[in-house]
């Protein structure tokens, strides 16, 4: 694909190069090996997933509308599952980089941050539901992310600013449709849940490195708060500082 089509506010490229870039996911959504199991030629998977679709109807769910994907873009071998999954199976609310129209492959450069990202939407969706004391599951990823991104930290104001807002996704997801449609790989950015840290929104599969599963958390939210984590690795309860 060509490079990202430069316009009159195209903000500042950057190299991102990390050799750990960290993705949590609930741990409620099975992994699947359908793009593991594919075959080596991209062009060919339409075919073959809607001929593996009929015979196993279970699969239609899991995999997910592939045809969101172009051939040059899609990612396959052990747990291309997990990277392939935010954009085929896509959230129609939208998030920070999306629209709801494609979806979006978030990561961060520390854990911690992943945490703090992730920690946030969880807390959001429990108050908006007004749950009871819970706990969730979560699937830690571990991957790689070598690729030039735009660099929304590097946009002048007042456009950093409201791409970069805590309280509103509108002026994020029309840079993100506007980057997208220029050609660009995704949005590199300064995490506005976490202090220093840095976060990527990939727009495409073969962005990222295929990650690994690193390890289990289990999120506490205690009716009010998302208050503390357990970390299965280190077998301790880790307390989350009031933002």
């Not at 279970?58 to 599952?81: C, K, M, T, Y």
């Not at 703090?116 to 004391?133: I, K, L, M, Q, V």
């Not at 991104?149 to 449709?177: C, I, M, N």
């Not at 073969?206 to 390890?215: A, F, S, T």
Request: hydrophobic fraction near 35%.
């Amino acid at each position: 694909m060509p490079p990202a089509v430069p316009g009159p506010d195209a903000p500042s490229p950057i190299e991102v190069n990390w050799p750990q870039a960290w993705r949590i996911i609930a741990s409620r959504y099975p992994p699947i090996d359908l793009f593991e199991r594919l075959s080596s030629d991209p062009a060919v998977w339409d075919a073959l997933t809607e001929l593996e679709q009929a015979t196993n109807p279970r699969l239609r769910d899991q995999a997910g509308n592939i045809s969101l994907v172009p051939p040059e873009r899609r990612v396959f071998g052990p747990n291309a599952s997990w990277v392939m999954a935010p954009f085929t199976h896509i959230n129609p609310k939208g998030s920070r980089f999306t629209d709801g129209t494609y979806g979006v492959y978030y990561a961060a450069r520390e854990l911690a941050t992943a945490v703090a990202e992730t920690g946030y939407h969880f807390a959001r969706f429990a108050a908006d539901s007004n749950d009871p004391p819970r706990r969730e599951d979560m699937r830690v990823l571990l991957g790689t992310v070598t690729a030039t991104f735009d660099d929304a930290g590097a946009l002048a104001e007042p456009r950093r600013s409201a791409v970069l807002s805590k309280t509103s996704y509108a002026e994020s997801q029309r840079f993100a449709v506007e980057r997208r449609e220029a050609g660009s790989n995704g949005i590199h950015y300064p995490s506005v849940r976490h202090e220093r840290g840095l976060c990527i929104a990939a727009f495409w599969p073969n962005v990222v490195g295929l990650p690994m599963q690193e390890r289990h958390l289990q999120y506490e939210w205690d009716g009010t708060r998302f208050s503390r984590y357990f970390d299965y690795m280190q077998d301790i309860w880790i307390n989350v500082e009031r933002g």
